[in-house]
T-cell receptor, first 117, second 111 residues
Framework: GAVVSQHPSRVICKSGTSVKIECRSLDFQATTMFWYRQFPKQSLMLMATSNEGSKATYEQGVEKDKFLINHASLTLSTLTVTSAHPEDSSFYIC?????????????FGNGTRLTVT | DAKTTQPPSMDCAEGRAANLPCNHSTISGNEYVYWYRQIHSQGPQYIIHGLKNNETNEMASLIITEDRKSSTLILPHATLRDTAVYYCIVRVAYNTDKLIFGTGTRLQVFP
């Protein structure tokens, strides 16, 4: 079953408004979560690393004031797209590391399709 | 993490084996080979990983060459639901750092 839950799965908003996307680790604690963005027919692009209790680390070229990340608990990270514009329309995916002996460490949410009109 | 090279696309007939290659000639001794796939409009899904021995699970088999410079993911009996983009990634096991995706291989399974 899913170990990382992302909500909402789809959202449509008007230009200039803000949208919040939630990422939850369901049965484990995640001190670090990652936010990716994916445009049609392209690979996942890492946007930022969300750190519980401290500031997020943003990849080069990603505006930290536009993409606000909050990781207030060990099971929840949120990404807020502020003053959204049509060019922010994309597929946003979060992931979290789960320590499992002998198994995979990185689990992904099912993504959020953001459409800005 | 070492860089990987994959063909951009492949086709496979339903019911046949799909063999997806990956080159990772600069892999380090402590780096594992991981495979993920992404079905359209979903998040990536873990498939399998290995260090140097061949691995098999309920989803696929992973064959790693003796020099570890390349590997092949095998889906033994491809179905239409296996149509997806497959990503080969090398990284140190249990590395909690960010995961960087390449362009992957778009596998199209046809009837």
């Amino acid at each position: 079953g899913a170990v990382v839950s992302q909500h909402p799965s789809r959202v449509i908003c008007k230009s200039g408004t803000s949208v919040k996307i939630e990422c939850r680790s369901l049965d484990f604690q995640a001190t670090t979560m990652f936010w990716y963005r994916q445009f049609p027919k392209q690979s996942l692009m890492l946007m930022a690393t969300s750190n519980e209790g401290s500031k997020a680390t943003y990849e080069q070229g990603v505006e930290k004031d536009k993409f606000l990340i909050n990781h207030a608990s060990l099971t929840l990270s949120t990404l807020t797209v502020t003053s959204a514009h049509p060019e922010d329309s994309s597929f946003y995916i979060c992931s979290a590391n789960k320590a499992v002996l002998g198994g995979p460490t990185l689990h992904f949410g099912n993504g959020t399709r953001l459409t800005v009109t | 993490d070492a860089k990987t090279t994959q063909p951009p696309s492949m086709d496979c007939a339903e019911g046949r084996a799909a063999n997806l290659p990956c080159n990772h000639s600069t892999i380090s001794g402590n780096e594992y080979v991981y495979w993920y796939r992404q079905i359209h409009s979903q998040g990536p899904q873990y498939i399998i990983h290995g260090l140097k021995n061949n691995e098999t699970n309920e989803m696929a088999s992973l064959i790693i060459t003796e020099d570890r410079k390349s590997s092949t993911l095998i889906l033994p009996h491809a179905t239409l639901r296996d149509t997806a983009v497959y990503y080969c990634i090398v990284r140190v096991a249990y590395n909690t750092d960010k995961l960087i995706f390449g362009t992957g291989t778009r596998l199209q399974v046809f009837p």
